[in-house]
């Protein structure tokens, strides 16, 4: 059986196309061995040669390795170990009060009607479950009050945690200041069959524009807001293809999400139109699921807590993907109005010129 050494001189390559009859592996348990994140290396497995794909993962570690330095930069490589070296700490000395919530349990974590639209998985039976208020925002029962109930307890055990041992976390992005990541004190790999198994099926039939079959890494976290909390949240866009926001709930008044419209990179300043105006009010349980590229923000919580579970799902296809395009127009909407405009300048201009031809 052919084998991959570190040192080899060979250099290392993926092939351009996924195998999609193969099953990547999970790499969780071999975390010490790996220099970066493991959901990197299930999701580049795909991408072997012939002659490595079907080897074992230990042989495979070390060729993933080496594809993986070659395209990061040392501050990435050494922002890795910190990482894991934080996280570690964390679960070394934190002790969960549910453990139910750290492995999945569907029938315990999600309202009926959404596990039996999961099971027939068309597109059908998602929408028979869901509203589609403005273009692009899905909104539908997804979790059980009790899940809500143990998460929130599971998040306050651990900020009382935090302040017993004064331990320094880090907050889940780089505007809210209040809030924690879930993978961070154990849930990653939860959270991680979250995405696969029950947010994946739905975004490969309504977010396939933007990668949602492809869907293959998340960044969990829940978001606090209250008169003692962060207050509210500027307009902005996810570093996702596809966010899930779920209230957990509490007793709260305002939050409301305001969307103003999908935008790529070049157009996210650009002016919103009439018809991408809407606003969301939470609902405890209730999940929002939209494109990462949905831009929005959230009013201020003007009494009581709201906390709000988010899963940022990711594609790292689609993000290669995106790096050799220069029209976005199926999925942002200002691209499509440029496209649909030049389109029109240029239909005119034919009849102008076959005018001209008959005169």
């Not at 209040?178 to 993978?183: E, M, N, S, T, W």
């Not at 008044?253 to 002016?271: A, M, P, Q, S, Y």
Request: charged letters at 30%.
């Amino acid at each position: 059986m052919e084998e991959y050494n570190e040192g080899s001189s060979e250099e290392a390559t993926l092939r351009p196309e996924p195998c999609l009859e193969h099953k990547a592996e999970n790499y969780d348990d071999l975390e010490e061995k790996l220099e970066f994140d493991p959901l990197l290396y299930t999701s580049l497995e795909r991408y072997l040669p012939d002659n490595l794909i079907n080897l074992s993962r230990l042989d495979k570690v070390p060729y993933l390795n080496q594809i993986l330095l070659d395209y990061s930069p040392p501050s990435q490589r050494n922002h890795r170990h910190k990482h894991r070296e934080y996280r570690q700490k964390i679960m070394s000395n934190y002790q969960p009060l549910h453990k139910v919530l750290y492995t999945m349990h569907p029938t315990n974590f999600f309202v009926p009607s959404f596990l039996k639209a999961i099971s027939e998985n068309t597109e059908q039976s998602f929408r028979n479950i869901m509203s589609e208020p403005s273009p692009g925002l899905l909104t539908f029962q997804m979790l059980q009050p009790r899940f809500c109930d143990m998460m929130l307890e599971e998040v306050e055990n651990f900020e009382k945690w935090i302040r017993e041992t004064k331990f320094r976390i880090m907050r889940p992005n780089t505007i809210n200041k209040y809030g924690a990541v879930l993978d961070d004190f154990g849930l990653q790999t939860m959270l991680q069959e979250f995405m696969e198994d029950f947010i994946r099926p739905i975004s490969t039939v309504l977010f396939t524009e933007v990668g949602g079959s492809t869907l293959d890494s998340h960044h969990g976290f829940v978001v606090e807001y209250g008169t003692d909390r962060d207050v509210d949240l500027g307009f902005h866009v996810d570093d996702a293809e596809v966010t899930l926001n779920v209230c957990l709930g509490k007793q709260f008044d305002g939050g409301e999400l305001f969307f103003r419209g999908v935008r790529c990179e070049k157009h996210v300043n650009t002016e919103t139109q009439p018809e991408e105006i809407f606003d969301y009010s939470h609902v405890g349980g209730n999940a929002i699921l939209h494109c990462g590229r949905h831009r929005h923000g959230a009013r201020a919580t003007t009494s009581g807590r709201r906390t709000n579970l988010l899963i940022w799902c990711r594609s790292s296809v689609f993000r290669e993907m995106k790096k050799y395009q220069t029209d976005f127009s199926n999925w942002c909407a200002e691209c499509k109005r440029e496209k649909e405009e030049k389109k029109r300048k240029n239909v005119l201009l034919l009849k102008s010129e076959m005018r001209l031809r008959f005169l």
